[in-house]
């Protein structure tokens, strides 16, 4: 049994693809790499890889990361920039013994002595959204305008399993700020042996609670990809609550070792692109209805 699932309506063509591949044999990583990859390419999707929108100075920086659930070896991209698909540098950090997680300029250097491509990340459209940004000066940041990590998950024929994770961060961001996405534990966790995690949202939130570890902990006692994911969020937007804070932005899904794949947000709508010993589909969960269904492209046309 193959199966695929991976964050947001922009991920459905890289989910086909990547199910695809899995059909035909591939391992999960194949699977997961080249569904992200697809989502870096397209200018059109403003908060992964190329025409991904700039932070408060104009740059365009990139995280992502990569973990392998047979190995637990993970590796992973920060705050760097020009490089053309930060999901094919991760992957290839991964396995290292040390060196593994790199940021900036070293991250740049890394890429370069890969031979992986490079190019200026920014387009005009995302230029001309940080122009209009920078002069009306937004007092506050919210995630989800603007900013949503592109996460896949995927279990190939022969049992292994495979985490990835890719953004541009939060549009107008600080110089130098890092959010969830590519900090194991928090924006993802994959382990072969119990399932595999991955979160969207507002990186400050969801790495307050360690949200994609503790999901894959829930799978581990025996909770199902839906539940570990309804649990571990219900409990963490309690605690939220009890600080005097609302539930905040945080979308979360799942996979185990079966393939039995699962979400859970907080939101009015979260579409997600999965599929099991099939094409990947899309699909909805909400904070009110959080049993995931079925939904048409146009359903869902208004989310990322």
């Known amino acids: 049994m193959y199966a695929l699932i991976g964050t947001w309506r922009m991920c459905l063509d890289g989910a086909r693809r990547g199910t695809e591949l899995l059909r035909d044999g591939a391992d999960a990583g194949d699977a997961v790499e080249r569904a992200i990859l697809t989502v870096e390419d397209e200018p059109g999707y403003t908060s992964v890889g190329y025409g991904g929108l700039p932070d408060r100075s104009g740059h365009v920086m990139l995280d992502a990361a990569y973990m392998d659930g047979r190995t637990l070896r993970m590796g992973g991209v920060i705050s ?80 292994g399993m495979a985490a990835g994770t890719s953004t541009s961060g939060l549009f107008m961001k600080a110089p130098g700020r890092v959010g969830d996405s590519p900090l194991i534990g928090s924006g993802f966790y994959c382990d ?70 699962g979400a859970a947000t907080t939101l009015k709508l979260f579409p997600f692109a999965a599929g099991r010993g099939e094409a990947a589909k899309l699909y909805a969960v909400s904070a009110a209805k959080p049993q995931y269904k079925a939904v048409s492209p146009e359903e869902v046309e208004n989310e990322p």
């Open 192 to 261: 072969a042996s119990c399932g595999a995690a991955a979160a969207t949202g507002l990186g400050e939130d969801i790495m307050r609670g360690c949200l994609s570890y503790e999901v894959v902990s829930l799978m581990k006692r025996g909770a199902s990809p839906a539940d570990a994911c309804r649990e571990a969020l219900e409990t963490f937007a309690g605690r939220k609550k009890s600080l005097g804070e609302d539930a905040g932005s945080i979308s979360l899904i799942a996979l185990s070792p079966s393939g039995e794949y």
């Open 80 to 159: 760097a920039e020009n490089i053309r698909n930060p999901i094919a540098l991760a992957r290839k950090l991964c396995g290292l013994e040390t060196n593994c997680l790199l940021a900036g300029r070293g991250a740049e250097q890394a890429a370069v002595s890969f031979g992986l491509p490079m190019r200026d990340m920014r387009t005009e459209a995302s230029m001309a959204k940080w122009r209009r940004a920078v002069a009306e000066q937004p007092e506050k940041l919210s995630a989800y305008q603007g900013h949503d990590t592109v996460c896949v998950l995927a279990l190939d024929e022969a049992g």
